[in-house]
C-alpha cells in the first residue's frame, strides 16, 4: 500500500509563491510517474503537472506553464511543485497522485493515477 502526504498549502497573496510537497510511503515510487491535480470548488478535478519516473522530462496544463515547476527527489521519495506568480484562479485543493509503474509519458487523465494524497488548500488572495 502506498501513502502520500501532501503538505505545503496555505493562504498567499497574488504574486506570491508556495512550495508544496509530496511524501511518499509504503512502496518504492522510483518507477512511477508523479502527478498534480487540483479541484477548486464547484469544478472537477484538473492536471496540473506531472514528472516521468525518472524526472527527466515534466508536463504542465497551459494555465501554469512558466509560473509552476515540478520535481522529484527519487532517494527522499518525494515530489514538489513550485508554484510562482500565483493567481486567484490557481486557489484549490491540490493532490498528489502516483501512476505506476510507468516509463512513458504522464498521463493527464486522473483516473488513470493509482494512488492519491488526501489534498492541501492553496488560496489565492487578490
Known amino acids: 500500500q502506498v501513502q502520500l502526504v501532501e503538505s505545503g498549502g496555505g493562504l498567499v497573496q497574488a504574486g506570491g509563491s508556495l512550495r508544496l510537497s509530496c511524501a511518499a510511503s509504503?512502496?518504492?515510487?522510483?518507477?512511477?510517474?508523479m502527478g498534480w491535480f487540483r479541484q477548486a470548488p464547484g469544478k472537477e478535478r484538473e492536471f496540473v503537472a506531472a514528472?516521468?519516473?525518472?524526472?527527466?522530462?515534466?508536463y504542465y496544463t497551459d494555465s501554469v506553464k512558466g509560473r509552476f515547476t515540478i520535481s522529484r527527489d527519487n532517494a527522499k521519495i518525494t515530489v514538489y511543485l513550485q508554484m510562482n506568480s500565483l493567481k486567484p484562479e490557481d486557489t484549490a485543493v491540490y493532490y498528489c497522485?502516483?501512476?505506476?509503474?510507468?516509463?512513458?509519458?504522464?498521463?493527464?487523465?486522473?483516473?488513470?493515477?493509482?494512488?492519491w494524497g488526501r489534498g492541501t488548500q492553496v488560496t489565492v488572495s487578490s
Open positions: 509504503g512502496r518504492t515510487l522510483s518507477t512511477y510517474a
Open positions: 514528472i516521468n519516473w525518472i524526472g527527466s522530462s515534466s
Open positions: 497522485a502516483a501512476d505506476g509503474p510507468k516509463f512513458g509519458v504522464p498521463s493527464r487523465r486522473y483516473d488513470d493515477y493509482d494512488y
